[in-house]
């Protein structure tokens, strides 16, 4: 089939080339293969062809992402450093930036193909490398600021893999994103593909991302089986609670929060549990930040150079008396936000991220009307972004393999919107 082996090598290069970032560099400027084919991809973009072809819906995602972008460089100049938070901005055009790079690459190279055979074709590509994961996974293991790699889930000792992934949260993420696409496609032997996913996701020990998978689950089971809305929004609305709660908690009680955390019966090392301090710690010191600065933020890439350790009288205090992570100021201030939403907030200020959260809401949306209109293609990449989304609650982590399913999938769904006339009829048998 026409561009087959092409996509094939794009795939690979965007979902494998993870541990890659940062061996390659010219300047500053850190020039790994999935920027590389970033900026292969931009010189055929096309604006006027995109325009043309993409949506109402698509065109509203774009522009907000474009101004999530123009109001997000803003907060560059609220750094101490500017060309350090002009790195980290950069960071973040490309891999957001890319998501209009891949539908104007699939807008003009997939002509030949239907919205089914090209779906297909994806899922073939991501399911090969789903197996390469879990083959590197039993090779490649993570180690902690301890130096240690062992966890205790279910009274079993995991060591943790990694596989292509830099963390092994970052390793279940993918996993979450993948099982939803195989558990809701069509293609053949995806049972042994979904067996492979769940098993690489025990090897990597995160808990969060197994939690993940067991609440975008409850959340399907929820709209399948509950005939109420009130039912669905009583369950969503618990949820949304217990999170604002939790911020408020951390944000205006720390202290509190600290001692209760660090008792025996909830934190310990070997469960993993003590890396709740760590985020602690960055989420507080994260808000008093923004305080000073609340439109436009501390500047991108800043939360790790916040002097954590100090911004909270006697957290330190606590956390070096009782050992966890043998935790020294110098050791908090490194702490990134292990929370996406949070990051965006602290380092971008009030502004972009209430473009971001509007940019969020409209992808959710346009995945949910897509999963509506053709559920054997779209059901599953609306329940791989609602796993994402869960994850990086708990994770700092922006993927280029993300920006990839989304940029394919407005287009996907765009070119399905053209191959059918203004009653819902097929035209020319082109799905």
Same mark, same amino acid.
């Given at each position: ?30 020039? %790994?293969?999935?920027? =590389?084919? #970033? $900026? &292969?991809?931009?010189?055929? !973009?096309?604006? +006027?062809?995109? @325009?043309?072809?993409? /949506? ?68 073939? %590509?991501?399911?090969? =490398?789903? #197996? $390469? &994961?879990?083959?590197?996974? !039993?090779?490649? +293991?993570?180690? @902690?600021?301890?130096? /240690? ?81 009130? !039912? ?8 949304? /609670? ?190």
């Amino acid at each position: 089939m026409k561009y087959s082996t092409l996509y094939f090598l794009v795939i690979i290069i965007v979902f494998c080339t993870e541990r890659l970032e940062k061996i390659f560099m010219i300047g500053f400027f850190d020039l %790994y293969p999935a920027r =590389i084919l #970033f $900026i &292969v991809l931009l010189f055929g !973009l096309n604006f +006027k062809k995109i @325009n043309k072809f993409a /949506s109402f819906s698509t065109r509203k995602i774009f522009r907000l992402l474009v101004l999530f972008l123009i109001f997000y460089f803003f907060s560059i100049f609220k750094s101490d450093d500017i060309l350090y938070s002009l790195k980290k901005y950069l960071d973040i055009l490309t891999i957001l930036g890319f998501i209009v790079l891949v539908y104007n690459f699939f807008m003009t190279k997939s002509r030949h193909y239907t919205p089914v055979q090209l779906n297909n074709l994806i899922l073939k %590509y991501i399911s090969y =490398i789903v #197996f $390469i &994961v879990f083959i590197l996974a !039993l090779i490649l +293991k993570s180690t @902690n600021m301890n130096g /240690s790699n062992d966890r205790v889930m279910l009274g079993i000792n995991i060591y943790r893999r990694v596989s292509l992934f830099l963390d092994p949260n970052f390793l279940g993420a993918f996993l979450n994103v993948t099982f939803f696409l195989f558990l809701f496609s069509t293609l053949k032997r995806k049972a042994i593909i979904i067996f492979v996913i769940l098993l690489t996701l025990i090897l990597t020990g995160s808990k969060a991302s197994i939690l993940a998978l067991i609440i975008v689950n409850l959340f399907y089971l929820s709209k399948s089986f509950l005939k109420y809305k009130i !039912l669905r929004l009583t369950m969503y609305t618990g949820v949304v /609670s217990i999170l604002i709660f939790t911020l408020y908690f951390i944000s205006y009680r720390p202290i509190e929060s600290v001692n209760f955390l660090t008792q025996d019966s909830l934190s310990n090392s070997k469960t993993g549990s003590e890396t709740s301090l760590s985020r602690l710690t960055a989420w507080s010191s994260g808000f008093q930040k923004l305080k000073e600065n609340p439109l436009f933020g501390i500047g991108p890439g800043n939360i790790v150079k916040v002097s954590k350790g100090n911004s909270i009288s006697g957290v330190v205090d606590i956390l070096e008396q009782r050992g966890y992570y043998g935790f020294s100021s110098e050791k908090i201030d490194e702490i990134a936000t292990h929370n996406q939403y949070l990051e965006i907030l602290f380092e971008g200020g009030v502004i972009p991220f209430i473009f971001y959260v509007f940019l969020l809401f409209n992808l959710v949306s346009f995945f949910n009307k897509a999963a509506k209109e053709l559920p054997f293609i779209f059901k599953g990449y609306l329940y791989s972004l609602s796993a994402y989304l869960i994850c990086i609650l708990s994770i700092s982590y922006n993927p280029y393999y993300m920006s990839f399913i989304i940029g394919f999938i407005l287009f996907l769904f765009d070119k399905y919107k053209k191959s059918i006339d203004i009653n819902g009829n097929i035209i020319d048998n082109k799905i």
